[in-house]
């Protein structure tokens, strides 16, 4: 199975709200990164944590990361209609850590 | 502005035929790296170089080739072999060396349908 899987596959939440997209991966990591893609778009960078982090924050990003469990959140508060994208993890494994392993994603969908 | 582009924007490859993805930084990244998605997919690595004339197959790499003959550029060539290659592909760039904790920067991706 994938080295990055996320959950949920889909978050649909009213404009204001936060929202909470989690992954999980197998392999121990150089460092976790979050990146955006708007439909049709590239990917954009949010935020990487190292694995010695455990927490880092972003205007309204927070990501946090669990080693010992090899998960990570993203939490989005105070939700915008801008920020309905899909959103990925990616870890960077401490062999061959110049490539990075992508998840399946999160469709996020605000709505007004 | 620097960045990455990536042309045609859409690409349409007739049977048998190859078709070649451009990608160019102006990033002066050392590491670039290529990329299929599928609907509703994350992304797979195709191909990836560290340094100008030095490249290494990714995940899938069978029915696609590359070349790194500048620094700035990392063209795809998807092959008559590849013979399911309708998809998104992305490139990428990245500042060198193994190990760093640096993103990735992408481009906006070429869309490849079969005529």
């Known amino acids: 199975s994938q080295q990055g899987e996320e959950d949920p596959q889909a978050l649909s939440i009213q404009e204001g709200e936060n929202a909470t997209m989690n992954c999980s991966y197998k392999?121990?990591?150089?460092?976790l990164q979050w990146y955006r893609q708007n439909s049709g778009r590239g990917l954009v960078h949010l935020i990487l944590i190292r694995s010695n982090e455990r927490e880092k924050h972003s205007g309204r990003l927070r990501v946090t990361l669990d080693t010992s469990k090899k998960s990570s959140s993203l939490l989005i508060t105070a939700s915008r209609a801008a920020d309905t994208a899909s959103y990925f993890c990616?870890?960077?494994?401490?062999?061959?850590?110049?490539?990075?392993?992508f998840g399946q994603g999160t469709r996020l969908t605000i709505n007004p | 502005d620097g960045g990455i582009t990536q042309s045609p924007k859409y690409l349409f490859r007739k049977e048998g035929q190859n078709v070649t993805l451009s990608c160019e930084q102006n990033?002066?990244?050392?590491?670039m790296y290529w990329y299929r998605q599928d609907p509703g997919q994350g992304l797979r690595l195709i191909y990836y170089s560290q340094i100008v004339n030095d490249f290494q197959k990714g995940d899938i790499a069978e029915g696609y080739s590359v070349s790194r003959e500048k620094k700035e550029s990392f063209p795809l060539t998807v092959t008559s072999a590849q013979k399911n290659p309708t998809a998104f592909y992305l490139c990428?760039?990245?500042?060198?060396?193994?190990?760093?904790?640096?993103?990735?920067?992408f481009g906006d991706g070429t869309r490849l349908s079969i005529l």
């Open positions: 990616a870890t960077a494994l401490i062999q061959g850590a110049q490539k990075l392993v």
């Open positions: 990428a760039s990245r500042v060198g060396w193994v190990g760093s904790n640096q993103p990735q920067h």
């Open positions: 392999t121990s990591i150089n460092n």
């Open positions: 990033l002066n990244h050392d590491a």
